[in-house]
């Protein structure tokens, strides 16, 4: 073969190269879709855009918010899509100011129907005080948004996100599978209503490590139908703990279950570790759940489980709790209590709490040891118990 017509073959190759094959990646730049990082001008259209491409990209995708303040209104983030996405945001995410303007979808940022999704440091400023105001107030407002959420979603993965006043929750993950929540920083005035810092419901495989909530309401609130859920290495304080629950406000209801908590620590939170359902007929269930390895510092309620739940003896016919607890473990729990009784079960009288077990408990009031409280309730006690065991 000639040198000419060698070379004639090597340049076809790579023209067959450059329109059959494409990059391994894409990226893009919300700035070249018309945002502006000045949080004032609107970058929802633009934020859309650039998912537009890349959710129908085959090829892996990463979408970038570089520094500065970016204004987004209600956004949807649907798929789905072709391949795998990642948000890179060295920026700052601003809701309207007007808390009005996101309407009463519940969301501020939804992720809906798309798998193998991640979102990678960043800062989200839902700006609720406005809302919050109205909400104390008595007026008639809206329903108030979750900054992000999570919908029908799997594979996925966030890290390094900071997210501050929130309207409602911060982050609510909902029908999803395959889950990993990492370095998170979550925070809220301790007055901010109803700002849960991760709602996990009708979920599976939900991993939370290493993660700071601050907030005004619980700082991990678990749903029904939550499975297979590990916490680790959590700072919450203030809220309202980690709960599962309320359950059973619904007569048919999934139940949780393979639940665990440890290596954790709560600082002047209203609960530690809680468990709380309504008083009214339900077939739920609470198993296999472990807290371990807990530090607790002035916490009111370090161990506290409520079946009594019953906002103003409203909508609880019998006055009773069908949701069945069972197989819950405390282990190695120590610290401090804000209130002499440190440890309460208050167990359904038709669905008595069963299998509870007590391991090495060290809970102190006022440099002495608290107080413990049982109604309806069966289980085992070992080790160092402070407060004695009332099991």
């Not at 193998?116 to 809302?131: H, N």
């Not at 939370?208 to 680790?232: F, Q, R, V, Y």
């Amino acid at each position: 073969m000639s040198n000419l017509s060698m070379s004639n073959c090597l340049q076809l190759a790579l023209l067959f190269v450059s329109f059959f094959i494409q990059p391994l990646h894409a990226d893009y730049n919300v700035i070249s879709f018309g945002a502006k990082p000045d949080g004032n001008t609107d970058a929802t259209q633009a934020f859309l855009k650039a998912w537009a491409l890349a959710c129908d990209s085959v090829t892996a995708t990463t979408i970038y918010i570089p520094k500065g303040r970016f204004l987004l209104r209600e956004t949807v983030f649907r798929g789905p899509c072709k391949n795998k996405i990642t948000f890179q945001i060295d920026g700052t995410l601003v809701a309207p100011l007007d808390f009005r303007a996101l309407g009463n979808s519940g969301y501020w940022i939804l992720f809906i129907k798309v798998n193998g999704i991640a979102v990678y440091g960043g800062r989200l400023d839902a700006r609720g005080a406005g809302f919050w105001d109205c909400r104390r107030s008595g007026k008639s407002c809206l329903v108030g948004a979750t900054s992000i959420t999570f919908n029908w979603a799997n594979d996925i993965r966030i890290s390094g996100l900071t997210s501050i006043d929130s309207q409602m929750s911060h982050l609510a993950i909902n029908r999803c599978n395959n889950v990993l929540v990492q370095n998170v920083k979550l925070i809220a005035p301790d007055q901010s209503p109803n700002t849960d810092g991760i709602h996990v419901q009708i979920s599976t495989g939900v991993t939370i490590t290493g993660s700071t909530m601050e907030t005004g309401d619980d700082c991990i609130s678990i749903g029904p139908g939550t499975k297979n859920l590990w916490m680790a290495n959590i700072r919450c304080g203030p809220g309202h703990g980690v709960s599962i629950g309320s359950l059973g406000k619904e007569a048919n209801e999934p139940g949780v279950e393979n639940v665990t908590l440890t290596n954790s620590v709560f600082t002047g939170s209203d609960n530690g570790v809680r468990i709380k359902s309504w008083a009214r007929p339900s077939n739920g269930f609470v198993q296999n759940i472990l807290f371990q390895s807990i530090v607790m510092r002035n916490v009111k309620n370090p161990i506290i489980i409520d079946q009594n739940y019953c906002p103003n003896n409203k909508g609880c016919p019998r006055q009773s709790s069908g949701v069945t607890i069972s197989r819950v473990t405390y282990r190695n729990i120590q610290g401090t209590s804000a209130t002499p009784k440190a440890v309460s079960f208050d167990c359904s009288p038709t669905n008595p709490c069963r299998g509870i077990r007590l391991q090495d408990i060290k809970l102190t009031y006022a440099n002495i040891a608290a107080t413990s409280s049982c109604k309806n309730i069966g289980g085992t006690s070992s080790g160092v118990l402070m407060p004695k065991s009332c099991l």
